[in-house]
């Protein structure tokens, strides 16, 4: 429960700095890494974000529209598979305690707000859980397209993360900004 708490506070000082009355999906892997779709008219808009070590935006920006390529086209129908995304009664429990039998890989981070800012969905487990916490397509979506961001980001700037470079987060560093 002490790393939902966590992590919940950095996306909602993130999510602050998006103040469009309308719901969001938000997916972050290490507290670090983040991906916000926004339901807007007449295409979502959708973010890519990442923090440094101490917690202060590294990256920001919207994803725009691209040239259709094959991957697109095969993120875009794993979307619109997922279905209503921004609907309440889409989401299990809100910030239910979830049981697993199979936990693998890094910690992630995941939320639906809806317009008036109420948690939908809202879960703190590692990228691979069984049984999957929220729809199958939802999720390898946003695994998938914010993994794509993250390699861009980082074969982009060419930085090797480790302790000595201050620009990337540090696994489950405590003193993060953003968390405070």
């Known amino acids: 429960?002490?790393?939902?708490?966590?992590?919940?506070?950095?996306?909602?000082?993130?999510?602050?700095?998006?103040?469009?009355?309308?719901?969001?999906v938000l997916y972050s892997l290490e507290d670090c890494y983040y991906y916000l779709i926004i339901k807007a008219s007449p295409h979502n808009k959708e973010y890519y974000i990442a923090l440094d070590s101490l917690g202060e935006i590294r990256v920001l920006y919207l994803l725009s529209e691209r040239t259709k390529t094959a991957k697109q086209k095969k993120y875009e129908k794993l979307l619109?598979?997922?279905?209503?995304?921004?609907?309440?009664?889409?989401?299990?429990?809100?910030?239910?305690?979830?049981?697993?039998?199979?936990?693998?890989?890094?910690?992630?981070?995941?939320?639906?707000?809806?317009?008036?800012?109420?948690?939908?969905g809202e879960f703190c487990l590692s990228t691979l859980t069984v049984p999957l916490p929220i729809n199958q397509a939802l999720l390898t979506y946003l695994i998938n397209r914010?993994?794509?961001?993250?390699?861009?980001?980082?074969?982009?700037?060419?930085?090797?993360?480790?302790?000595?470079?201050?620009?990337?987060?540090?696994?489950?560093?405590?003193?993060?900004?953003?968390?405070?």
């Open 146 to 180: 914010l993994s794509e961001e993250i390699y861009k980001d980082t074969k982009s700037v060419n930085r090797v993360k480790n302790k000595d470079n201050p620009n990337y987060c540090n696994e489950g560093k405590a003193n993060s900004r953003l968390a405070q």
């Open 1 to 24: 429960m002490e790393t939902l708490v966590f992590s919940r506070k950095k996306a909602d000082r993130l999510l602050e700095l998006f103040r469009e009355n309308a719901p969001k």
């Open 80 to 120: 619109l598979e997922a279905g209503s995304i921004f609907e309440p009664t889409y989401y299990k429990e809100v910030s239910r305690t979830v049981e697993t039998r199979i936990a693998l890989g890094r910690p992630s981070y995941f939320v639906m707000k809806d317009a008036s800012g109420k948690r939908f």
